[in-house]
């Protein structure tokens, strides 16, 4: 090739990039022009609606989708510009008989709110409840510089716009023939769950004084819905009052972000058995040449924290098991931190398949132990009954039968001390009660029925959401509030 020509290929080589980049950027903006004309310039909103929330990691089982609950109201201001929102809303019990955690059965009403002020540390996963709306997410595109692609999706043409958030996880908004956002998705970290797809779809969209805003919302994550709204009402560019929500004095700071989670001075309750606070209640066991420990709750942090402290209250032995009472997200966000220290779970048989597959998933978004150790999860599983022990020291873990909160629930049982671990069957008010509850839960009389089936003599109940005030809990408790004294 001559140098004259080689100067002409690289000159267009040169031209192609300067006049491709902003071509593209160009089609970008067109996209996000024909959709605010479509849709309107929509600076705030307050909207009504009815329907259903769905609470994340509470399922009944590994096959089930998040347990529902009924929202009598909901109303939501968002204000673009500032930007922040407020939610209000009232929810009822969903399901009957109760199924899942969620902190059912609900009594009656309760009245819930959220309101986000986006300022410099707001978290991004707080500012994405704004930015996946439709019209916020056209505005977050425009600041972010999205770029555009064409997509045919189950038949239907796509103009797919995407920009990079700010924990480094693409946003891509879906918009359609008619120039409408109809989904807008990314994916957003999560301790249990890891790259969790975080997705929001709009239909049904109508005119509100030449804004378009969509009647039914359908927001799903970890592969089930967590929103399913259908609105009523919209007020389009009225004023919004939306003020952050006071800070709680009295309290003590709260640790942060990755930091480990304090500990609270614990408990001996036997020669080699440990209660371990500072959180959601755990065990140490001591065997002859390692330990057991009960529960891997909340989070990495909460997990390493007792890690650590199950070492140092049994020193110079490994840690070998960690038992998982059951799935939810709150009892198994601490798992992956106890696989990164090589231990083996032990979980019911049935909870197996969906831990396996949960604590594979990756999390790139946020690496934590388990990842940079390679570390593959390692199972033991349990049927209606497992023993644990070195001829010394047992352990019994019995599967609760006829549970409405999780299909595959252990109760661990420490025979020599007469101590029953549970999870979820029975949270301890925060005051000892006087009498039954007005409504008695089916988790409380469950928790009473199973203890009888078993035969199992307890003298003290460790419930995993420990007693607030630090109380010893007895059956005669449990009894009590359940109306069987």
């Known amino acids: 090739m001559t140098m004259k020509k080689r100067g002409s290929v690289v000159l267009g080589v040169l031209c192609l990039i300067v006049f491709t980049v902003p071509a593209m950027a160009q089609d970008a903006n067109t996209v996000i022009a024909n959709a605010l004309k479509a849709m309107g310039d929509l600076r705030t909103v307050e909207f009504s609606a009815t329907g259903y929330d769905f609470v994340l990691g509470q399922n009944y089982n590994g096959a089930s989708p998040w347990p529902k609950f009924i929202n009598k109201s909901y109303t939501r201001l968002i204000d673009f510009q500032t930007p922040a929102s407020r939610v209000d809303r009232i929810r009822m ?57 064409q997509q045919t999706i189950g ?49 049904d969209f109508r005119d509100f004084n030449g804004v378009k805003f969509p009647m039914h919302i359908v927001q799903r994550q970890g592969d089930h819905p967590i929103f399913d709204l259908t609105v009523t009402n919209v007020k389009a560019n009225s004023p919004v009052t939306i003020q952050a929500a006071p800070a709680r004095g009295g309290g003590a700071p709260a640790a942060a972000a990755g930091a480990p989670a304090p500990t609270v001075p614990g408990e001996k309750l036997g020669e080699g058995a440990y209660l371990i606070l500072g959180g959601y209640a755990c065990l140490a066991i001591e065997f002859k040449d390692h330990i057991v420990v009960i529960e891997g709750p909340q989070s990495e942090a909460r997990a390493q924290a007792v890690i650590a402290e199950a070492k140092r209250l049994i020193p110079n032995k490994p840690i070998r098991y960690v038992v998982n009472t059951h799935t939810h997200i709150d009892h198994s966000s ?125 003298q003290r109940i460790i419930p995993v959401h420990y007693a607030a005030d630090n109380r010893i809990v007895t059956m005669v408790e449990v009894r009590r509030v359940s109306g069987r004294n």
């Open 334 to 458: 601490g798992l992956r931190a106890f696989v990164a220290e090589g231990a083996t779970i032990i979980t019911h048989q049935s909870n197996k398949t969906y831990l396996e597959k949960v604590l594979n998933a990756s999390h790139t978004l946020a690496p934590d132990a388990m990842s940079n150790s390679k570390n593959k999860p390692k199972f033991e599983t349990a049927s209606d009954l497992k023993i644990l022990t070195d001829g010394n020291r047992v352990v019994e873990l019995h599967h609760m039968k006829d549970f409405g909160h999780h299909d595959g629930m252990l109760l661990v049982y420490l025979p020599k001390e007469k101590i029953l671990l549970e999870a979820d069957a029975y949270n301890p008010p925060a005051q000892p009660p006087t009498g039954a509850s007005t409504v008695i839960s089916p988790y409380n009389l469950s928790l009473l029925d199973n203890v009888a089936r078993l035969k199992l003599d307890v």
């Open 93 to 149: 019990q969903g399901e009957n008989p109760p199924r899942g955690g969620g902190q059912q059965p609900v009594i009656g009403e309760q009245n819930q709110n959220q309101t986000i002020v986006v300022d410099a540390n707001t978290p991004w996963v707080q500012q994405l409840e704004i930015w996946m709306m439709p019209h916020g997410f056209l505005k977050a595109a425009t600041a972010n510089k999205a770029t555009v692609k």
């Open 155 to 203: 038949g239907k043409k796509y103009s797919v716009l995407t920009f990079m958030g700010q924990n480094k996880a693409p946003v891509t908004g879906f918009v359609n023939d008619q120039n409408l956002v109809e989904r807008v998705e990314t994916r957003i970290d999560n301790a249990f769950f890891g790259d969790m797809v975080f997705e929001s779809a709009y239909s």
